[in-house]
């Protein structure tokens, strides 16, 4: 990897790229993987680059959510693999949930580098290796599931999602968390709950929220769950970015 000094001023920005642009070399995230990330960069800087409050109250509920859940499941594609498989690892641990590798440009070679990466950081139970279900309405390879995994799930955490499986999951009749720095995006504007921030900080937020309520009482948690309004939401990350926008230049 480049050495990047801690004094640029874009150094998160930077090495979130180098762990990317690794990623491809290692075989586990797609070449595309990379436009995937410049995308998220761009939305990432009309953000402000910070967890703002829509983001926070997002993740609050969806930790809520996975802790109420009967059969959650964790989605893992190249991009995740890239920037937080320690952290999917530490997750997926504190909800007793299985990660589940499942892929747009799908390989049964990149399918098993994820996941022996996910293994490596102390994961027990990867899935996806052996798909034995098909995601009904989907005719690409991301519609291969696992049974105990994400097709049995009843919510399913999907981040940085190209789109139509999050459609797909969500007329199954799962909740669908996705994570996606765009607001706009079909998966945003879709999901049971979007959280719009980088994945590089909405994994370690979530973990720890999972953590602080872990000892809540399932109808407690139930209750934070009640009344959360994606639409909402998502108009609040908009205004965001206008108001960071706004407060970028002087008047
Ligand atoms: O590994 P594969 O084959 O499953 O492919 C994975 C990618 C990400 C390449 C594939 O799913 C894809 O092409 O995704 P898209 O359509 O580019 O969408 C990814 C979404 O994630 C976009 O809306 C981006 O803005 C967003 N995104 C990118 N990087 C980040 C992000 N969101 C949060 N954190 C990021 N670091």
Do not use: W
């Not at 890239?82 to 440009?105: C, G, Q, T, W």
């Not at 098909?134 to 291969?144: F, M, N, S």
């Amino acid at each position: 990897m480049t050495d990047i000094p801690k004094s640029h001023p874009r150094y998160a920005s930077l090495v979130a790229r180098e762990r990317v642009a690794e990623g491809v070399k290692r075989g586990f995230t797609s070449s595309q993987g990379l436009i995937a990330q410049g995308r998220g960069e761009c939305f990432d800087y009309l953000l402000g680059e910070k967890t703002t409050e829509s983001a926070a109250r997002a993740t609050h509920v969806a930790a809520a959510m996975l802790l109420a859940a009967k059969r959650p499941a964790l989605s893992v594609n190249g991009n995740v693999a890239a920037l937080v498989p320690e952290e999917m690892v530490k997750l997926a641990s504190i909800l007793k949930a299985p990660l589940e590798v499942n892929l747009f440009h799908r390989s049964e070679e990149r399918v098993k580098r994820i996941a022996d990466l996910l293994r490596e950081h102390g994961a027990t139970q990867v899935l996806g290796e052996r798909p034995d279900a098909i995601v009904p309405g989907l005719d690409h390879a991301r519609a291969k599931a696992t049974r105990g995994g994400i097709f049995d799930s009843d919510v399913v955490l999907i981040p940085l999602e190209d789109g139509d499986r999050c459609e797909a999951l969500m007329a199954m009749g799962k909740k669908v968390i996705a994570i996606d720095l765009n607001p706009l995006s079909r998966t945003s504007r879709q999901a049971t709950i979007s959280i719009v921030d980088n994945i590089l900080r909405a994994v370690p937020n979530l973990t720890a929220k999972a953590k602080e309520l872990s000892a809540m009482p399932r109808a407690d948690l139930e209750k934070v769950v009640q009344g959360y309004d994606n639409q909402r939401s998502l108009r609040q990350a908009v205004r965001e970015i206008q108001d960071h926008l706004n407060s970028q230049f002087r008047s």
